[in-house]
């Protein structure tokens, strides 16, 4: 049974271009969770989809951030038009349920740079 | 007031020593609890669930007293491996999990 699996591992933008993360829960899976970590920082909620619904987007920019997580293949999360600020490393992470007594599974994550 | 209170270290313990954290918490309605550790630069990692019951996973030990809102973790005979961050992360369910900046624990030979 594969892991959360994130790609790309890293990925370089220039300002202005558009960057796209993949991110595949581990099977049976329903929930995924995507975070952002600056350097020397803890981990900041972003938002929390279910297949083909967002349930929670309360952490996500208003801007130029979106997420999707489709009836088949990935959740994408998308950030159009990037600016160095949103260089981080950004975190998926799967559950099978949104109920308690289940912790989150996280992906390797994709560092990004904006360069 | 932050969802999730952890003392950020770091602690510096030798090998073989025993190390405690403890976390404060503030949603009363949270129903688990988690503690997770992050090496650097790469995902968090869960370590183990806490019950109330309190429980044992090897040489950690995890305790949740729901009157006072707060979980600890301890660590017993130290290995150089456990130098990590470690997490604390409680959850009410039906939400994403509330990661705070964690403690750092450098265990030095």
């Known amino acids: 049974n594969a892991g959360v699996m994130q790609n790309p591992r890293h990925l370089v933008r220039r300002r202005g271009q558009e960057a796209r993360l993949r991110c595949s829960p581990m099977?049976?899976?329903?929930?995924v969770y995507w975070y952002r970590q600056l350097p020397e920082e803890g981990l900041k909620f972003m938002v929390y989809?279910?297949?083909?619904?967002?349930?929670?987007e309360s952490g996500m920019p208003k801007e130029r951030f979106s997420a999707e997580f489709p009836k088949e293949g990935p959740s994408i999360l998308r950030i159009q038009q990037v600016v160095r600020g949103d260089s981080a490393a950004y975190f998926c992470?799967?559950?099978?349920?949104?109920?308690?007594?289940?912790?989150?599974?996280f992906g390797q994550g994709t560092r990004l740079t904006v360069v | 007031r932050k969802e999730v209170e952890q003392d950020p270290g770091p602690f510096n313990v030798p090998e073989g020593a025993t190390v405690a954290f403890n976390c404060t918490y503030s949603?009363?309605?949270?129903?688990?609890f988690f503690w997770y550790r992050q090496d650097c630069r790469k995902e968090p990692k869960l370590l183990m669930s806490?019950?109330?019951s309190g429980n044992e996973d090897g040489r950690f030990t995890a305790q949740l007293n729901r009157a006072s809102q707060y979980i600890s973790l301890l660590i017993r005979d130290s290995k150089l491996s456990d130098s990590a961050t470690y997490l604390c992360?409680?959850?009410?369910?039906?939400?994403?999990?509330?990661f705070g900046s964690g403690t750092r624990l450098q265990v030095q030979p």
């Open positions: 992470a799967s559950s099978p349920t949104s109920g308690t007594g289940v912790g989150a599974f």
């Open positions: 099977k049976g899976h329903s929930h």
């Open positions: 989809l279910q297949k083909e619904n967002i349930i929670d």
């Open positions: 949603n009363s309605a949270s129903q688990s």
């Open positions: 806490v019950y109330s």
């Open positions: 992360v409680p959850h009410t369910g039906r939400r994403a999990l509330t």
